[in-house]
């Protein structure tokens, strides 16, 4: 029963250490991916990092030993550039150093001093290294820190999991606190749907409606209908369904020809009733600009179509 246990122990450990290093072979894809996002936007420039001293590349599974480092020095290469890269071994070993007559024995994490100093005994005639780089393996992947060794400025630091689950969380958690400031200084936010429904009824609206509520889970507006009713306009209100994201609601129409007629008391040419409404339920594609939408109208008009949803006046453009 104890061999038993033993064994199980050990089949156990040998599976989490190989979850392990898939997690950082996978986490380095990603961070590659986000190191190329933000050299094109322009927050992270090879020349503001080249020439760069990479001073930790420290593995957390021995199964990590043999090939982490190696990765890392690839990674780095094909983002910046294969000049400029300098390795420091000595960073994260005990040091001891003589100033001033005075002898210093040092271990643990290393100073931006420290790597200047040694950056500049080990260079030779080549350009001082601008920035220091730690890219570590932690349990759940890798933790990247990009350091101005003249600032102390940090260009860059993450930590990347291969699902990036920290990352969505930490932009889930910023767009929270982005949202809070926002309540508090009463900025609206505007939403803007083009419903086009051609089968089997029509129904062709464009809606402009603002976030509201505890949650902004509510959106009222004005909307303006095409085609049932012709030449409508009205008002709109809708509910977001946040467990399954889809938009539920309503429009209310008034029929612009119809009120016409009416004033000049030609009823003969009226097409539509004076008020309409349209049930609407939009369901979006993903976290794209674009959804499906159904609508009801009590015109007996059931159509389903596509919504396009905040987008420019030429979608199909850039």
């Not at 260009?155 to 969505?168: G, H, I, M, R």
């Given at each position: ?97 003589v100033d ?137 209100h809708y ?78 453009l850039p």
């Amino acid at each position: 029963m104890f061999l038993a246990a033993v064994i199980a122990c050990l089949l156990l450990a040998a599976g989490t250490a190989h979850a392990g290093t898939d997690n950082t072979r996978y986490s380095l894809d990603r961070l590659e991916e986000l190191l190329e996002l933000r050299i094109e936007d322009g927050r992270l420039s090879p020349q503001d990092v080249m020439p760069a001293i990479l001073v930790s590349a420290e593995p957390c599974f021995e199964a990590s030993q043999d090939w982490y480092a190696t990765r890392v020095i690839e990674l780095l290469e094909r983002s910046f550039g294969d000049e400029g890269l300098r390795l420091c071994e000595a960073c994260m070993a005990p040091r001891a150093f003589v100033d001033q007559g005075t002898m210093t024995f040092q271990t643990g994490p290393v100073s931006l001093d420290e790597v200047a100093r040694l950056d500049e005994q080990n260079r030779g005639e080549a350009q001082a290294a601008r920035t220091a780089i730690w890219l570590d393996e932690h349990r759940g992947g890798v933790a990247i820190r990009i350091v101005d060794l003249g600032t102390a400025r940090v260009l860059y630091a993450q930590n990347v999991d291969p699902n990036l689950v920290e990352n969505d969380n930490t932009q889930r958690m910023y767009t929270l606190s982005e949202e809070l400031e926002r309540q508090a200084r009463g900025d609206s936010i505007t939403q803007s749907f083009v419903d086009i429904a051609l089968y089997p009824g029509q129904h062709i609206s464009i809606d402009w409606t603002e976030q509201w509520g505890k949650t902004n889970a509510n959106l009222s507006g004005v909307t303006l209908s095409v085609i049932d009713p012709v030449a409508g306009i009205g008002a709109a209100h809708y509910r977001c369904i946040d467990i399954v994201k889809i938009l539920v609601g309503g429009k209310l129409l008034m029929s612009l020809p119809t009120a016409v007629a009416r004033s000049v008391g030609d009823v003969s040419s009226v097409i539509d009733p004076m008020v309409t409404a349209v049930a609407v339920v939009r369901v979006p594609f993903g976290r794209s600009n674009y959804g499906a939408v159904l609508s009801a109208s009590t015109n007996g008009q059931v159509a389903f179509g596509i919504s396009l949803m905040n987008i420019s006046p030429l979608p199909v453009l850039p």
